[in-house]
């Protein structure tokens, strides 16, 4: 099977059985996508949204976040990884969204990129899940989901290069889709010690289905 075969088998399955497909984090809006977005870095969406309704209550927008002291928002999200550092990011980017962009988050990626504790892979969320771009964020699920698969070579060892190989080769009105597919298929399917394999529908055409375990590529690990 060559690549684009490889491709091709892969995305029709997805499309037939998640036709639809969203974010498991749980927001109100664009604002609310962006914080739950920067707090779920090396963190469980589970463990997100069991933390950002009372968040949410105290500081729904931007305005109400800018106004908050870092020790305030902590308060709300000690039980997340690195709370810390994030209750300082979230602080100063709610501030920063008053100053810069009336409290509105912009959808251009620049601007996105310039704004505290967000990175490359939490930009192309916001673009793809708030404003419906053809972006493709590559976290540790879609950096090991897709070299399992075969779908990128192993010299794409960073995030970026998986990301630029994924969009050379999903269409373009798939990406905002194949994300999740490839994410919640590594969240639930292909997990990163113990891949389940009896159970997954492409073992057939997956390259790493009959490795040991402790040979599988693209484990979270990555760069």
Known sequence: MNKKERYAYILDYFRQEMPEVQTELE???????????ILSAQCTDKRINQVTPELFRHYPD??????????DI???IRSVSYPNSKA????MMARQLVERHHGEV???MNQLLDLSGVGRKTANVIQSVAFGKSTMAVDTHVFRVSHRLGLVPKSADTPYKVECQLVKNIPAED??????WLLLHGRYVCTSRRPHCERCALSGVCPSASLPS???????TQP
């Open 88 to 91: 300082e990011h979230l602080v």
């Open 62 to 71: 931007a305005q109400t976040m800018a106004q908050a002291e870092v020790d």
């Open 106 to 108: 912009p959808a251009d």
């Open 27 to 37: 927001f109100g809006s664009v604002f609310q996508l962006l914080v739950a977005v």
């Open 175 to 180: 990406i905002p889709r194949a994300h999740h």
């Open 214 to 220: 402790s040979t599988r590529g693209g484990s979270d």
């Open 74 to 76: 902590l308060e709300y």
